[in-house]
């Protein structure tokens, strides 16, 4: 008899052995990415079908917002998330000691100045209302941006993180509203001007190239990429979906979807 209970006990831990071995590889063919939905996720969808036929489950979770997509990432909720520039990246690892890595580059949403009162820069008076990000790297980005259009000046020393505080010049007298990036489009009509990111931008109607009154150049170092746990970079789905999103089906998508320059895609 105990003979009997010894062999049930082998074969008992052999079967969850093979089904703790299936769940794994299992686990492994599933590459769960957060997104924000335009066009971060809208690409995401259009590779689904490529990575299917890889051995692969794209499972997309969207997000609405910049700061829980990298905590989610961290915590291990995601495997990827895609909806953030390189320089983003590189402020929430420092800030929050995440050890978030690129995987690779994918496309730049140029950044825009627009507003809903004023045709172009020189109409917009003296002592108007900007509003701008206020997360350290796009309110840098936005405030460089401003200072590439002439309206400002600032400091040698304010880098990428530049704040309204490192305004050495500001002959107009404008004033900033520093805004979550997610509201600067909602906030549009309250204010002379917004500068808005592309992602929250195209959701909202706004085509850079079209109704920005100043547009960020091709030569943006805030590329948009596939990040990932230190580590993980170097996995097959991981690769597989970089590669995937940088092939042709994303090319004629983009093409086709954002015909104005919205979206650019990298090499």
Request: hydrophobic share 45%.
């Amino acid at each position: 008899m105990k003979r009997y209970f010894l062999v049930l006990a082998v074969l008992l831990c052999c079967v969850a052995a093979v089904f703790a071995s299936g769940s794994k590889e299992s686990s492994d063919n599933v590459l769960k990415v957060g997104a924000t939905p335009d066009p971060h996720a809208a690409m995401l969808g259009e590779v689904v079908d490529i990575l299917a036929e890889q051995g692969y489950e794209l499972q997309i979770v969207e997000f609405t917002d910049y700061v829980t997509p990298n905590e989610a990432l961290a915590s291990g909720e995601l495997d990827a998330n895609f909806f953030q520039h390189l320089p983003y990246l590189d402020q929430q690892n420092a800030d929050k000691g995440f050890n978030l890595v690129s995987a690779g580059g994918i496309h730049v949403e140029p950044l825009a100045v627009y507003s809903e009162d004023y045709k172009s820069l020189d109409a917009i008076p003296d002592g108007a209302t900007f509003a701008i990000p206020n997360d350290p790297t796009n309110e840098g980005r936005a405030l460089l941006l401003l200072e590439a259009a002439g309206l400002i000046t600032l400091s040698e020393d304010a880098g990428l993180e530049a704040v309204p505080a490192d305004i050495a010049n500001n002959p107009h007298g404008y004033k900033f509203k520093e805004i979550e990036a997610a509201s600067l489009p909602r906030v549009l009509s309250d204010v002379d001007a917004a500068v808005i990111n592309g992602n929250y931008a195209i959701p909202a109607g706004l085509i850079a190239t079209r109704d920005g009154l100043y547009v960020e150049g091709a030569e943006s170092p805030y590329v948009n990429v596939i990040a990932v746990r230190n580590g993980d970079q170097d996995k097959p789905a991981v690769k597989a979906l970089v590669e995937a999103l940088k092939g042709d089906k994303v090319k004629a998508y983009v093409a086709e979807r954002y015909p104005n320059g919205e979206v650019v895609l990298v090499d």
